[in-house]
């Protein structure tokens, strides 16, 4: 009987989890690319735009969530960043334009 009852809950939060991932697969298929993303923009504009060191930067965007690799080009100003199997990489465009993450 008790045994019962944990395996009827058991299923019941998987069914919701599942149904909740399923309402969520959108948002959740994005993810990974926003973490590269907001690490590179982040990164340049507290480079070049605010004008800090490299290391203040490096702590200023360090997440929760590890990132795999981290490129910083000084002469061409463009950050690459890769995490979660995702790779996104911002450009200084200029004072008037600041930061932006290339296509």
Sequence with gaps: ????????????????LFSWMWLERVALRAFPDIISAYTAKEYCSCRYVM??????????????VPTSDFLETADAKRITVSGLGR????????????CRLEP
């Design 51 to 64: 004008e800090q060191s490299a290391d203040y930067c490096r702590g200023y965007v360090r997440q929760s």
């Design 1 to 16: 009987m008790r045994r019962n009852v944990l395996l009827t809950l058991l299923s019941a939060v998987l069914i919701a």
């Design 87 to 98: 790779s996104n990489s911002a450009r200084w465009m200029g004072e008037r334009q600041g």
